[in-house]
């Protein structure tokens, strides 16, 4: 009997242990094996879609669907389809890294469009630079992930808007009403992290570049995700300031603006803040200020083409929201991969897509005159809009918005990158 | 065998496991699940010598895991040290952190060692923070954490990085096992359960707190630079108080009481990530409905409730014995008399 018993013991040992290692395959394994002979072009997304910036995720994914939707309708690339993997890293860098790593070697992607904030998007680098697959990184704003050449991977290029060229740009255009009005005393209010530290401080730079006359006064930094602004309104309102430079952003700015509308802030001085153009955020404010310059994001009216209208119609019906600033960005990532297949005949191949995506031009409204460039040299995107205008409390949003020349910001760019170390 | 040798012996057994997966094929996806299971498993386990042997409830323990990760990463990064000089520089930095937090802390009691854990660990949080030029700020350390060759050992290539990280994952377990099974700490378990008592039997409570905070130090600092290794970055999240919390729920998932209890809450905790994070965006939801079950259907871990069971159904046994006996005895005495 005992031994019987034992037997039995030991064969359901045996079956716990298969289950297991079934178990664990299944997790961990056996979509690779599955999804990888499926035949679809896997892209795989890592994201942020849960916590307070839920909304970058989602409006990224909108940007690439919008796209690739349009190219399975068409038959795909030569008769593959492309099919998104998308999955949330909570914004945490490591577990950017962990999840870029599982799309790849878990899911079978064959190509990374990393739509993380900027620490996930440095992470999501890292990887790249060790496996080696064509990788966009489409929200990422800081500059030195493609302009230090010591963080360069050849296979890894940027769609997103890069902050060195908003700054040169809005700081021309915050000098050119500085002369006109006289703002020579400015505050600044940033939130307290890297982007928005050096958001400002190249912004200003700018300004003081473009105007001698400017000054800054005050500085304020509050937290990131802060609920109260009133201290750092009451700095700002103390400074007696001509004018103020804001780079918060999403609820933060949402939170600030209905804050400092109580204290009359807006009507005291003239005030710019980057981030506020975009939908989600210039929608949302309750009292909207008036004479607030802003930067542009995206908008329906910007370019005011039949192009950009017809976009937006059809982001809104398919995706059932606005889009952002990061939708634009991530539907140029989007297109460029896809010409990169075409050129490739299909082949995901990394080195092979790199090669078809430097230097790059597409034709799309986001660019200024119908097309954007993705440079060779720093595998950066170029020529898209960048600009101000005044910020409105209803459609459209903005008027009077000016873009920026190009030419003006390449000149500085390169001075730039010489003072930093970077050419 | 001598339990001494029997845990080491299971250690031994444990490496050979983990060393036998990418020899059996296993994709990298599983190698890379042990690799970061290994680093939030040493997290956890070494919160756990706290926790559940000293009664010292830390609420700041990801400060070492960072301390660990980022003295790692910037000794590798300064081209100046080798991985095994980097290494042992980043576990004497979290020591020295840790004996001065520690000498601090560990004369508080529950709920001030508490708070006053967490409070260093947001200072520590918000140094990384603003000093930038150092540190990288909220970007953490960009640019990759070179791994130059070593005794002909290469940890830019997978496989052996995962062989590293077992040895160094497996050695980690076996000095823990073998503090909280040696006279130190059953030390720990007096001073858990009475220190007062601990005191007047001579044992220099104070200094017993500290040498068990600056090992578990240490030991989470290894996990912070596996961690590092793996991503080939330090983030100032590492530091910061959920990573702390993270590591609490992995022990409440696994259990406090079992030597491994706090690792198999480090499994369950990445496998439910893992496998929430393939189909939904709410994976803190369902993190939310399993520690919910676990507290208010279980009201203790897994391996801390499959122990209880095994020690009530082996007392029932010998209960059993006992009673099989002593019925023995009284049937031989009526026969006698």
């Not at chain 1, 005992?2 to 979509?31: E, F, N, W, Y």
């Not at chain 1, 068409?74 to 860098?93: M, T």
């Not at chain 1, 790199?354 to 660019?367: N, R, Y």
Request: charged share 20%; with cysteine; net charge positive.
């Amino acid at each position: 009997m005992s031994s019987i018993g034992s037997r039995r013991s030991a064969s359901r040992r045996q079956i716990l242990k298969g289950a297991g290692v079934l178990a664990m395959t299944g997790v961990v394994g056996t979509p690779a094996i599955v999804k990888g002979q499926s035949g679809a072009i896997k892209i795989g997304v890592p994201t942020v879609l849960s916590g307070r910036v839920a909304i970058l995720g989602q409006s990224s994914v909108g940007g690439l669907k919008v796209v690739f939707d349009k190219v399975n309708e068409a038959g795909g690339i030569n008769g593959r389809k492309i099919e998104l993997v998308v999955r949330d890293s909570k914004g945490a860098p490591q577990e950017a890294a962990k999840v870029t790593r599982d799309l790849i070697n878990n899911d079978g992607c064959q190509i990374i469009i990393d739509a993380e904030a900027s620490s996930g998007a440095f992470a999501v680098q890292e990887v790249i630079r060790e496996i080696g697959v064509l990788c966009i990184h489409s929200n990422s704003e800081t500059s030195s992930l493609t302009a230090d050449p010591k963080l360069h991977v050849p296979t890894a290029f940027r769609t997103a808007r890069q902050g060195i060229h908003d700054a040169i740009g809005g700081g021309d255009y915050a000098a050119k009403i500085a002369k006109a009005k006289g703002l020579k005393k400015w505050a600044t209010c940033s939130p307290d992290y890297a982007y928005g530290r050096s958001n400002t401080a190249e912004f200003m730079e700018y300004a003081k570049h473009f105007d001698g006359n400017i000054q800054v006064v005050e500085e304020s930094w509050p937290k990131l995700f802060q609920p109260d602004y009133t201290e750092v309104v009451t700095k700002v309102l103390n400074a007696k300031a001509d004018a103020m430079y804001s780079a918060l952003w999403g609820g933060d700015l949402v939170a600030f603006i209905d804050q400092a509308n109580l204290y009359g802030l807006f009507d005291k001085q003239a005030s710019f803040m980057v981030n506020l153009g975009d939908y989600g955020v210039v929608d949302q404010v309750k009292q909207f200020p008036q004479g607030v310059y802003s930067g542009g994001r995206y908008n329906r009216t910007v370019p005011p083409t039949k192009e950009n209208e017809d976009w937006y119609q059809n982001y809104v019906k398919t995706q059932k929201h606005k889009p952002t600033n990061w939708s634009w960005e991530n539907d140029v990532a989007a297109q460029m991969v896809v010409e990169a297949l075409k050129k490739t005949n299909g082949d995901t191949n990394g080195k092979k897509l790199a090669e078809a995506i430097k230097g790059m031009t597409i034709k799309t409204q986001f660019g200024v005159g119908g097309s954007v460039t993705m440079r060779a040299e720093d595998n950066t995107l170029v020529n898209y809009i960048i600009g101000y205008g005044l910020s409105l409390s209803k459609e459209p949003y903005i008027a009077d918005f000016q873009t920026s020349p190009w030419e003006p910001i390449y000149e500085l760019e390169k001075q730039w990158k010489k003072k930093q170390g970077y050419a | 065998m001598t339990g001494r040798w029997r845990d080491l012996a299971w250690a031994g057994a444990g490496l050979i496991a983990l060393l036998l997966v990418p020899v059996f094929g296993a994709p990298p996806a599983i190698r890379d699940f042990i690799m970061f299971g290994m680093a939030y498993g040493l997290l956890a386990m070494s919160l756990n010598l706290l926790i559940g042997y000293s009664g010292l409830v830390s609420f700041g323990h990801a400060m070492f895991f960072a301390s660990g990760a980022y003295a790692f990463g910037l000794a590798m990064q300064s081209g100046k040290f080798s991985i095994p000089a980097a290494f042992a520089l980043a576990i004497v930095f979290t020591a020295a952190l840790a004996l001065i937090v520690g000498a601090i802390c560990v004369r508080l009691n529950e709920i001030y060692f508490a708070f006053l854990t967490l409070a260093f660990q947001m200072l520590f949080y918000n140094v990384i923070l603003g000093w930038v030029s150092f540190t990288g700020g909220d970007q953490g350390l960009m640019g990759g954490i070179p791994r130059p060759k070593f005794l002909g050992i290469d940890l830019a290539d997978r496989t052996q990085l995962y062989v590293f990280c077992c040895v160094a994952f497996i050695i980690c377990i076996a000095i823990l096992r073998q503090l909280v099974t040696s006279p130190f700490g059953y030390t720990l378990r007096l001073i858990r359960d009475n220190q007062e008592r601990a005191a007047f039997l001579g044992v220099n409570v104070p200094l017993v707190k500290l040498t068990c905070f600056v090992i578990s130090a240490c030991v989470a600092g290894v996990g912070g630079i596996l961690l590092t290794l793996f991503v080939s970055g330090a983030y100032p999240n590492f530091g910061f108080w959920t990573t702390s919390g993270e590591a609490i729920f992995m022990i409440l998932l696994g259990g406090s009481n079992v030597f491994l209890g706090p690792l198999v809450g480090t499994v369950i905790l990445r496998l439910l990530n893992d496998i929430t994070v393939t189909y939904t965006s709410h994976t803190e939801l369902v993190l939310g409905i399993v520690i919910l079950i676990l507290v208010l259907g279980l009201r203790k871990g897994p391996l801390d409730l499959i122990a209880e069971r095994l020690e009530n159904r082996r007392q029932a046994a010998a209960q059993a014995v006992r009673d099989a006996a002593d019925a023995g005895a009284a049937e031989t005495r009526k026969g006698g008399s």
